[in-house]
T-cell receptor, first 115, second 114 residues
Framework: EAGVAQSPRYKIIEKRQSVAFWCNPI?????LYWYQQILGQGPKLLIQ????????DSQLPKDRFSAERLKGVDSTLKIQPAKLEDSAVYLC?????????????FGPGTRLLVL | AQTVTQSQPEMSVQEAETVTLSCTYD???????LFWYKQPPSRQMILVIR??????QNATENRFSVNFQKAAKSFSLKISDSQLGDAAMYFC???????????FGKGTRLHILP
């Protein structure tokens, strides 16, 4: 079974530029999550999708961050414009509806550095 | 508010020995899940072990076991026969039964000494 895929793995941009991250969840997983992990901290949930609908985006800085999951499979997370404090690893995770729904499977992450 | 606390930012253990990572959490819920996730350097986070709060029996996965003390809101991870590949950040995490949101601790970096 293929895992959660993310790209790019690394990205370096200057502040005020825009950036986008892509995630492909495990096949059949209806729920998709985006996390921000700042160095030295645990992941913090940014947004959660159930199929193509948003379940929770209460911690997403909506003035600069946006995310979509148009067909209920792949998802993109965008930052525009980026700030220095956005430097972090952005993790995508997915989970299955049904047995073991409580278990989230993580992708390798995208490491973002904003200069 | 629900919180997860890992009081040990870093720990070291000799290869083949046993180490215990501590975790406490705060919640008013009675039903929930607890997890330990492992995040090796530059590699993706993987689930090590999970515990359902309604189960009194401590979860075990090969060399990994937990000591779940519900009344004390404590959930420690024991790694037996430590191996070099166990070196990683370990995150304790909590999820309410009726919610998908996982709350992570700040992590404990585990070093394995050869």
């Amino acid at each position: 079974e293929a895992g959660v895929a993310q790209s790019p793995r690394y990205k370096i941009i200057e502040k005020r530029q825009s950036v986008a991250f892509w995630c492909n969840p495990i096949s059949g997983h209806a729920t998709l999550y985006w996390y921000q992990q700042i160095l030295g901290q645990g992941p913090k949930l940014l947004i959660q999708f159930q199929n193509n609908g948003v379940v929770d985006d209460s911690q997403l800085p909506k003035d600069r961050f946006s995310a979509e999951r148009l067909k209920g499979v792949d998802s993109t997370l965008k930052i525009q414009p980026a700030k220095l404090e956005d430097s972090a690893v952005y993790l995508c995770a997915s989970s299955f509806i049904g047995q073991l729904q409580e278990t989230q499977y993580f992708g390798p992450g995208t490491r973002l550095l904003v200069l | 508010a629900q919180t997860v606390t890992q009081s040990q930012p870093e720990m070291s253990v000799q290869e083949a020995e046993t180490v215990t990572l501590s975790c406490t959490y705060d919640t008013s819920e009675s039903d929930y899940y607890l997890f330990w996730y492992k995040q090796p350097p530059s590699r993706q986070m993987i689930l090590v072990i999970r515990q359902e709060a309604y189960k009194q029996q401590n979860a075990t996965e090969n060399r990994f076991s937990v000591n779940f003390q519900k009344a004390a809101k404590s959930f420690s991870l024991k790694i037996s026969d430590s191996q070099l590949g166990d070196a990683a950040m370990y995150f304790c995490a909590y999820r309410p039964f009726r919610d998908d949101k996982i709350i992570f601790g700040k992590g404990t970096r585990l070093h394995i000494l050869p």
